[in-house]
């Protein structure tokens, strides 16, 4: 599949791209020799640089700059942790077999595919231009049946259309329905398909020898953050709102992991929750610091309605007119894209799509994914979610922990209430062992439960009181054992339970989606790829290139290098015989920035010449002067073209 680079106006093949990337060994997939296991890869040198110089910057984007606390749980997690949080009964997705291959299929997925493919067959009766993916073609050339030119009625164009514009949207049972309604098979086979079963992506596992204490393997590092909400608030000497961060490894069972680094089943996470007040908006305090910046929208409404109309406005915009739910959402949403343009996102190729419905969890207010553009299609690479209070609650429910705020009010609030005493002598050796749960029972009772029962108490002398598990499940209760009565209380502290904003990055998906951002090639030689990382993330920032092997060059090489490294400045020497031109497209491809050419001239005056990947052009100065317009660079102090003004041009050498 193609894809267009927007500053060069080059249409990109993928498979051009992918050979490159595992030629230079960004990435490559896990036990290959074995036959590899499929949504499984190994990083290799500048994939692991690469991780590591984006969640530098995520680390200096949000946790730094917002002053987050920071921690590191575990991956192992316990079965009652992801039962309470409601991942064992929900984490799933629909998957459909077909009986006679035992192929499994990612239902959404596979209407996706199917309906894509029969669109695409529309247009071609139609003699419309299809856009084609030569290498998937060919496969689907050999197997897919669905692929075929027909055209299609205009109404059902219409609906594949709506269908796939709300694609996330459809429960199990809705994914049935269109199955059997639009006839979709195994693509491969033209054969039927079972009915849609739920599938949970966890993998699941048990921790300790006696098998007795069941676990997963995290899906998503949120969980950790949640339980250690009470410490954190502790630790942040109780001052709201902030916001805890964690970087790590999680995991899912995809059904069909495809799309290379896009559906992986272990993956990096970076992630965010942000605690806040529910009351009072969620406005946020730095929020007027990114009012202004302009974004691109496709809203839950235009969604529906069947098509990806996207709107471009600012978030204060956004905000102001309620498309966004809140300030601080709207606060992380900009930030995030602040972030993606920091690493090279194309920001044409960058939308936030709202969550419709269904696709949002039950208890969210509003969700956005930041999508990039990819030969994929539009991915999702960062979630950004407001998950309410569920989280806290749920946990604080199940453990009793009290995973709330507590803050001292500023005018102490005077509630008037129904409150119950009960005669605790009598009550114990009247109901001995099940004393404990008809407590709790009358305390979870509601203050309009507790009015009517103050009534018929005065009226018969004499309650009944619903209790779970004693007796026949009810209780009576007699006038020298319970008191009800209306009265005041003044309340001092203010309890809330805080909700949390959860901006959720997939590192992988960042780091394959810029990678195809950033890809053009050469105009000269479309066969000489160049990646145009910013130096901020570039795996190596510069390339010391010795242009002889001459004894003389190597104590300058050495001091370049060492002078380098003492500046935290990641360099290579490639001291081998090729052509300079041939390491610097080696290097062009790997997305090295700069380049230092150690010539004659260095050797005599100790000068050299400073080269930039993408203009190719070069400047000539001292040694001091260039190292520090190195580090400028890799700073993001100045740019290329502020060097380019302040030091003199170097045109005397052909070095491509
Ligand atoms: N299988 C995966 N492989 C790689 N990254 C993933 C995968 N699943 C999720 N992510 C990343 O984690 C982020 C947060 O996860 P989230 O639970 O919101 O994803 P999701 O909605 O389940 O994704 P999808 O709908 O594509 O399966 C995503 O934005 C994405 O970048």
Same mark, same amino acid.
Request: glycine fraction near 10%; aromatic fraction near 6%.
């Given at each position: 599949m193609a894809t267009l680079n927007t500053k060069t106006g080059q249409v990109v093949d993928r498979s051009v791209l992918d050979s490159m990337l595992r030629r230079r060994m960004f990435y490559t997939p896990s036990f290959e020799i074995y036959g590899g296991v499929s949504g499984l890869y190994d990083y290799g040198p500048p994939g692991c640089a690469l991780v590591t110089n984006i969640v530098d910057l995520w680390r200096r984007h949000f946790v730094l700059e917002e002053d987050m606390l920071e921690v590191d749980c575990t991956m192992l997690t316990p079965h009652d942790v992801l039962k309470t949080s409601g991942h064992v009964d929900k984490f799933a997705d629909w998957m459909c077999k077909d009986p006679k291959t035992g192929e499994i299929f990612r239902a959404d997925h596979l209407i996706e595919e199917v309906l894509e493919a029969r669109l695409k067959g529309d247009k071609e009766a139609r003699g419309q231009k299809v856009v084609v993916d030569e290498e998937k073609e060919a496969k689907k050339k050999k197997k897919v049946k669905e692929t075929k030119a027909v055209k299609l009625d205009d109404n059902v164009v219409k609906q594949y259309e709506e269908i796939l514009a709300q694609i996330d949207n459809y429960d199990g049972h809705e994914l049935a329905e269109l199955i059997a309604v639009h006839d979709i098979r195994n693509p491969t086979t033209g054969g039927n398909l079972l009915p849609p079963v739920s599938f949970n992506l966890m993998f699941q596992t048990s921790i300790g020898?006696? +098998?007795?204490l069941p676990g997963y =393997?995290?899906?998503? &590092? #949120?969980q950790g953050q949640f339980l250690n909400f009470q410490k954190l608030l502790e630790f942040n000497q109780q001052g709201m709102p902030f916001a805890s961060a964690s970087i790590g490894k999680s995991f899912r069972n995809e059904i069909s992991p495809r799309s290379g680094l896009l559906r992986v089943r272990e993956f990096l996470m970076a992630e965010i929750e942000h605690f806040v007040d529910p009351e009072g908006g969620k406005k946020h305090p730095r929020f007027d610091e990114v009012k202004d910046v302009e974004m691109t929208f496709l809203n839950r409404a235009v969604q529906l309605s069947g098509s990806t109309k996207t709107e471009q406005m600012t978030i204060g915009k956004a905000v102001e007119s309620g498309l966004v739910d809140n300030e601080t959402l709207g606060y992380f949403i900009a930030r995030i894209q602040l972030f993606l343009l920091k690493l090279g996102v194309d920001k044409k190729k960058l939308r936030f799509r709202q969550h419709m419905a269904n696709e949002m #969890?039950?208890? #969210? &207010?509003d969700c956005w994914d930041a999508e990039l553009q990819t030969s994929y299609g539009w991915i999702e690479c960062v979630g950004c979610a407001d998950r309410s209070a569920y989280d806290l609650t749920v946990h604080k429910n199940k453990t +009793? #922990?009290? =995973?709330v705020v507590r803050e001292t009010r500023a005018e102490p609030l005077r509630i008037e209430e129904w409150q119950i005493d009960l005669d605790k002598k009598k009550f114990g050796p009247r109901f001995k062992k099940d004393s404990k749960t008809v407590e709790a029972a009358v305390d979870a009772l509601s203050q309009e439960l507790r009015e009517k029962l103050a009534l018929d108490l005065d009226q018969n002398g004499k309650i009944e009181v619903d209790v779970e598990g004693v007796g026949s499940g009810k209780v009576e209760l007699e006038k020298d054992l319970i008191k009800i009565e209306k009265r005041t209380r003044v309340e001092n502290v203010r309890e809330y339970t805080p909700n949390v904003i959860e901006p959720s990055f997939g590192i992988g998906r960042i780091l394959y989606s810029v990678i195809e951002h950033v890809y053009w090639s050469r105009p000269e030689d479309a066969a000489r790829g160049v990646l145009s990382f910013p130096p901020v993330i570039a795996p190596t920032k510069v390339l010391l290139v010795p242009l002889s092997t001459h004894p003389s060059f190597r104590p300058l090489t050495q001091r370049m290098m060492a002078k380098l490294r003492r500046m935290g400045v990641a360099n290579r020497v490639d001291d081998s015989s090729a052509s300079i031109g041939k390491r610097y497209a080696r290097n062009d491809e790997l997305g090295t920035p700069f380049g230092i050419t150690i010539d004659f001239q260095s050797v005599k005056d100790n000068t050299f010449t400073l080269r930039d990947r993408d203009t190719t052009k070069q400047v000539r100065a001292s040694e001091d002067e260039i190292l520090q317009a190195v580090k400028s660079l890799v700073d993001g102090e100045e740019t290329w073209e502020d060097i380019r003004k302040r030091l003199p041009e170097f045109t005397g050498q052909d070095v491509e």
């Open positions: 020898p006696s +098998g007795n =393997l995290r899906p998503e &590092t #949120a #969890a039950h208890y #969210a &207010t +009793g #922990a009290p =995973l």
